[in-house]
Nanobody, 121 residues
Framework: QVQPVESGGGLVQAGGSLRLSCTAS????????LGWFRQAPGKEREFVAA????????RYADSVKGRFTVSRDNAKNTVYLQLNSLKPEDTAVYYC??????????????WGQGTQVTVSS
Protein backbone atom coordinates (compact mmCIF):
# COMPACT_ATOMS: atom_id res chain seq x y z
CA GLN A 1 0.00 0.00 0.00
CA VAL A 2 1.19 3.54 -0.81
CA GLN A 3 -0.10 7.00 0.06
CA PRO A 4 0.67 9.64 -2.58
CA VAL A 5 1.27 13.23 -1.49
CA GLU A 6 1.50 15.98 -4.10
CA SER A 7 3.44 19.23 -3.88
CA GLY A 8 4.75 21.98 -6.12
CA GLY A 9 1.57 23.66 -7.26
CA GLY A 10 1.19 27.41 -7.37
CA LEU A 11 0.39 30.49 -9.41
CA VAL A 12 2.29 31.05 -12.65
CA GLN A 13 1.88 33.26 -15.69
CA ALA A 14 0.98 31.83 -19.07
CA GLY A 15 4.08 30.47 -20.77
CA GLY A 16 5.72 29.68 -17.47
CA SER A 17 6.73 26.38 -15.88
CA LEU A 18 6.14 24.39 -12.72
CA ARG A 19 7.34 21.05 -11.46
CA LEU A 20 4.94 18.94 -9.45
CA SER A 21 6.17 16.20 -7.18
CA CYS A 22 4.37 13.16 -5.84
CA THR A 23 5.99 11.33 -2.97
CA ALA A 24 4.52 8.04 -1.85
CA SER A 25 5.40 6.07 1.23
CA UNK A 26 5.79 2.32 1.02
CA UNK A 27 8.55 -0.16 0.30
CA UNK A 28 6.94 -1.35 -2.94
CA UNK A 29 6.79 2.05 -4.63
CA UNK A 30 8.60 0.84 -7.75
CA UNK A 31 5.94 -1.79 -8.38
CA UNK A 32 3.24 0.85 -8.89
CA UNK A 33 2.33 2.79 -11.97
CA LEU A 34 1.79 6.47 -11.17
CA GLY A 35 -0.73 8.62 -12.96
CA TRP A 36 -1.42 12.35 -12.94
CA PHE A 37 -4.96 13.61 -13.34
CA ARG A 38 -6.47 17.08 -13.09
CA GLN A 39 -9.84 18.57 -12.38
CA ALA A 40 -10.88 22.11 -13.23
CA PRO A 41 -13.89 23.79 -11.60
CA GLY A 42 -17.11 22.48 -13.08
CA LYS A 43 -15.35 19.83 -15.14
CA GLU A 44 -14.73 16.13 -14.77
CA ARG A 45 -11.39 14.75 -13.69
CA GLU A 46 -9.21 14.08 -16.72
CA PHE A 47 -6.05 12.13 -17.42
CA VAL A 48 -2.82 14.07 -17.84
CA ALA A 49 0.14 11.67 -17.84
CA ALA A 50 1.33 8.38 -16.40
CA UNK A 51 4.49 6.34 -15.99
CA UNK A 52 4.99 2.66 -15.29
CA UNK A 53 6.79 1.30 -12.26
CA UNK A 54 10.17 1.09 -13.92
CA UNK A 55 9.91 4.54 -15.45
CA UNK A 56 10.32 3.24 -18.99
CA UNK A 57 6.81 3.61 -20.39
CA UNK A 58 4.78 6.80 -20.33
CA ARG A 59 1.42 8.03 -21.59
CA TYR A 60 0.21 11.58 -22.17
CA ALA A 61 -3.06 13.28 -22.92
CA ASP A 62 -3.04 14.92 -26.35
CA SER A 63 -3.61 18.30 -24.74
CA VAL A 64 -0.26 18.19 -22.89
CA LYS A 65 2.00 16.28 -25.29
CA GLY A 66 5.18 18.20 -25.95
CA ARG A 67 4.60 20.48 -22.95
CA PHE A 68 4.47 18.17 -19.92
CA THR A 69 6.94 15.45 -18.96
CA VAL A 70 6.42 12.71 -16.39
CA SER A 71 9.37 10.97 -14.74
CA ARG A 72 10.15 9.10 -11.56
CA ASP A 73 12.99 8.46 -9.14
CA ASN A 74 12.27 5.21 -7.36
CA ALA A 75 15.21 5.70 -5.02
CA LYS A 76 13.35 8.75 -3.67
CA ASN A 77 9.84 7.26 -3.96
CA THR A 78 8.95 10.28 -6.06
CA VAL A 79 7.25 10.98 -9.37
CA TYR A 80 7.57 14.31 -11.12
CA LEU A 81 5.41 16.17 -13.58
CA GLN A 82 7.24 18.96 -15.37
CA LEU A 83 4.78 21.51 -16.75
CA ASN A 84 6.14 23.82 -19.44
CA SER A 85 4.49 26.38 -21.72
CA LEU A 86 1.56 26.58 -19.36
CA LYS A 87 -1.78 27.89 -20.58
CA PRO A 88 -4.74 29.28 -18.61
CA GLU A 89 -6.68 26.15 -19.53
CA ASP A 90 -4.15 24.10 -17.55
CA THR A 91 -5.57 25.63 -14.37
CA ALA A 92 -6.84 22.79 -12.20
CA VAL A 93 -6.23 20.71 -9.13
CA TYR A 94 -3.64 18.11 -10.06
CA TYR A 95 -3.86 14.67 -8.49
CA CYS A 96 -1.33 11.87 -8.27
CA UNK A 97 -2.55 8.28 -8.17
CA UNK A 98 -0.88 4.89 -7.77
CA UNK A 99 -2.01 1.55 -9.10
CA UNK A 100 -0.80 -1.78 -10.46
CA UNK A 101 -1.32 -0.99 -14.16
CA UNK A 102 -0.30 1.91 -16.39
CA UNK A 103 -3.56 3.26 -17.70
CA UNK A 104 -5.14 6.49 -18.89
CA UNK A 105 -8.31 5.61 -17.02
CA UNK A 106 -8.86 6.67 -13.40
CA UNK A 107 -8.53 3.05 -12.25
CA UNK A 108 -5.85 3.69 -9.70
CA UNK A 109 -6.11 2.40 -6.17
CA UNK A 110 -4.50 5.20 -4.17
CA TRP A 111 -5.03 8.93 -4.65
CA GLY A 112 -3.43 12.02 -3.20
CA GLN A 113 -5.26 15.12 -1.99
CA GLY A 114 -4.23 17.23 -4.95
CA THR A 115 -2.25 20.40 -5.53
CA GLN A 116 -3.62 23.57 -7.12
CA VAL A 117 -2.08 24.91 -10.32
CA THR A 118 -3.29 28.31 -11.46
CA VAL A 119 -2.13 29.85 -14.73
CA SER A 120 -2.85 33.54 -15.23
CA SER A 121 -3.21 35.08 -18.68
Amino acid sequence: QVQPVESGGGLVQAGGSLRLSCTASGRTFSSYALGWFRQAPGKEREFVAAVNGGGVFTRYADSVKGRFTVSRDNAKNTVYLQLNSLKPEDTAVYYCAAGPILTMLPRYDYWGQGTQVTVSS
